[in-house]
């Protein structure tokens, strides 16, 4: 079945450090989906990837989407402690399975 | 409008009991999913329910179970609950329907299971 890999498991970072988390999957993906988790909290969905090396931002926030539609990644900007969180992406086969595949996610820690 | 919501939000039972967790989706969505999120190991797919059916499990014991009523609200059952069963579980919505549409999934606060 499919499967999809994130990288680092986790990143500690200094505040005002860049950061970035790597997604790969094991199937070419109709889309990618990115989620952040505050501790404590539940995922809440940040933004989606569709076309072939697509790039978005999102304030200090980019999102890329590989070429071959197999990886992606989230890049921040000048980290701030309101980043801290468990980032997932989520990939989307669209081979006639519509549920979202959901990496193991990057925690993310921001030391001010 | 409404979130998902889920309930209770915490729950603790012993090894070999039953428990039921609920979720009612986002008005207007018919489609619901339950994943199990462990310490440490992500969230795991459990359950997704389109219409009031059952259209994936992922790879749980059958002991896991659930269903989706009519309107659209969804039930977690687990039996004969074991020691790493403790976890957050969570169930999320979204608009749903086999139409090929790349639904976004919105996620209700969970339901925090321990199990002793």
């Known amino acids: 079945g499919q499967q999809v890999m994130q990288i680092p498991q986790y990143q500690h970072v200094q505040e005002g450090e860049d950061f970035t988390t790597y997604c790969n999957s094991s199937?070419?993906?109709?889309?990618i989906q990115w989620y952040k988790q505050r501790p404590g909290g539940h995922p809440v969905f940040l933004i989606q990837?569709?076309?072939?090396?697509e790039v978005k931002k999102q304030k200090r926030l980019t999102f890329q989407f590989g070429e071959a539609k197999k990886n992606s990644s989230l890049h921040i900007t000048a980290t701030q402690t309101t980043d801290v969180g468990t980032y997932f992406c989520a990939g989307h086969s669209g081979a006639g399975s519509y549920q979202l595949t959901f990496g193991k996610g990057t925690k993310l820690s921001v030391i001010p | 409008e409404a979130g998902v919501t889920q309930s209770p939000t915490h729950l603790i039972k012993t090894r070999g009991q039953q428990v039921t967790l609920r979720c009612s989706p986002i008005s207007g969505h018919t489609s619901v999913y339950w994943y199990q999120q462990a310490l440490g190991l992500g969230l795991q797919f459990l359950l997704w329910y389109d219409e009031g059916e059952e259209r994936n499990r992922g790879n749980f014991p059958p002991r896991f179970s659930g269903r989706q009523f009519p309107n659209y609200s969804s039930e977690l059952n687990v039996n004969a609950l074991e020691l790493e069963d403790s976890a957050l579980y969570l169930c999320?919505?979204?608009?749903?329907?086999?139409?090929?549409?790349?639904?976004?999934?919105?996620f209700g606060a969970g339901t925090r299971l321990s199990v002793l």
């Open positions: 999320a919505s979204s608009p749903g329907g086999l139409a090929g549409r790349i639904n976004i999934q919105y």
């Open positions: 199937t070419t993906l109709s889309n």
């Open positions: 990837l569709v076309k072939s090396g």
